[in-house]
Each structure stands twice: as C-alpha cells, then as structure tokens.
C-alpha cells in the first residue's frame, strides 16, 4: 500500500477472533486522492482453507475521524456475519451432472455468472470449493480467458 498511498500510517498491531478464529489486525490512516482517510486492515488464517483479508477505509469529514463514526462499525457488523466452514460433499445439496461433456468441453461451460472483471474471481471461487470423489481437494491451474468478443466462458484447464 505504500506505493499507492506513500504518507499510510499504521497502528499497533492487535489480536482479534473472527467467528472462532484468531488473527490480527491494525488501525490505519492516510491521504487517498487527496482526501484523508482511516481504517482498519484485518487478517485472518483458518485452521484450514485460504487467509481472509479484509482492508475497510472510511473518508474523514473535515472534522473528526469518520471510521470511528461510521465504518468500524460498519466493519463489525459484516465480521459478525462471518462464519468458516469445512465443505462436506456428502450434505452437499447441489447435484452431480450425468452430462459428461458439462465443464469439460467450450460449448457446455460450468457457468459462474459475473462479467469480464468478475467472472475470473468467481471461477476461483467455484473451483476452491470442489472436492474429489472421496471429499479431497482438488488442484487446478487457470490458464486465461478467452477474447471477450467470442467469450462464452473461461477455460480452465
């Protein structure tokens, strides 16, 4: 962050739970496009499963500190919504295809939603979350997108 906002300054480092899981956090504050700002940059790892990131930054008003006004609190309320889980492809309420040509051949994609800027996270969302046959994870490399003119998915090999 210090390339893009150079005069960031951040607080002490702290200890925080998040829904039963210890991480850390730190209070920051700085010049973003010539406004000042305040927030809080949060990191958690799960016993299992990939680290939640979170950067939250409230704009203060000319006069007081607007992520204690607004956005802390703001921020507490999505962290309270939070839980981790361990998927379980034995309770899973999705159906398994019979269609063995659905997701591995262009014209009969897994289709994730989003758009051109979106699709991509989705699609790594969708794919850290399979399970082998026996409920083990799977490995995956994405090797890009298809021209957006002709795009009807991304391949994913």
């Known amino acids: 962050m210090k390339h893009d906002v150079p005069d960031i300054e951040y607080g002490s480092a702290f200890q925080v739970e998040v829904a039963g899981q210890e991480g850390i956090a730190s209070d920051i504050s700085g010049t973003l496009h010539g406004d000042a700002f305040s927030g809080r940059i949060t990191i958690v790892q799960p016993d299992s499963g990939p680290t939640l990131f979170a950067l939250a930054l409230a704009m203060d008003p000319p006069v007081g500190n ?81 021209p957006l003119a002709r795009r009807s998915s991304t391949l994913i090999r």
Request: proline fraction near 9%; hydrophobic fraction near 35%.
């Open 66 to 146: 607007g992520w204690e006004a607004e956005g802390a609190v703001i921020f507490s309320a999505v962290f309270d919504s939070i839980q981790f889980f361990e998927p379980d492809a034995q309770s899973s309420s999705c159906a398994v295809s019979t269609d063995p040509t659905y997701g591995f051949e262009q014209p009969n994609p897994v289709k994730v939603g989003g758009d051109a800027f979106g699709g991509p996270a989705r699609e790594r969302a969708y794919l850290d979350v399979l399970l082998g046959p026996n409920g083990e994870p799977i490995a995956y490399e994405r090797s890009g997108s298809i």
